[in-house]
């Protein structure tokens, strides 16, 4: 399995939007969902019911909403940050209204924030703009 894009805090219709504008712009990694906080760190972390890696690879990128059910971004960043293997895992944040002390804990642990209900297509420009490999694949030819 290729290495998926984690959206965490995105209701269905949302993770449903996101998934057909990433592959409508050319990204062909499998879009996954997690409802909160908790869910996203124990995925990422490898935590049961995700223990194996095999099933549940670790996400190539982490598209959260900044205000989560259980949780807020900044928690999962806390955790995510706080373990070495994923110091360097790209997370981007999106929506709520931050004030600027929340935003700049944001940027100190490595998250690009989007304000205001960013739509689809500049979420793919952003992931687009971290230049990984991952973000230019293209579905192979079917024919």
């Known amino acids: 399995m290729r ?33 909160d906080g908790h869910e996203a760190v124990a995925y990422v972390l490898g935590r049961a019911p995700y223990a194996e890696r095999a099933d549940h690879p670790l996400p190539v990128v982490l598209v959260t909403a900044l205000r989560l059910p259980l949780g807020s971004a900044e928690e999962v960043l806390r955790v995510l940050r706080a373990d070495a293997g994923l110091r360097r895992l790209p997370v981007v944040v999106t929506g ?4 600027d002390e929340e935003i700049a804990a944001l940027h100190r642990h490595g998250a690009t924030y989007l304000s205001g209900h960013v739509a689809a297509r500049a979420l793919l420009d952003v992931v687009r703009g971290l230049n990984l490999p991952w973000a230019l694949e293209r579905p192979e030819s079917e024919g």
């Open 96 to 99: 709520g209204d931050p004030g």
């Open 3 to 35: 290495a998926p894009v984690l959206l965490v805090g995105y209701d269905a219709a949302g993770v449903r939007r996101t998934r057909d504008d990433f592959i409508s712009g050319g990204l062909t990694n499998p879009v996954l969902a997690c409802e």
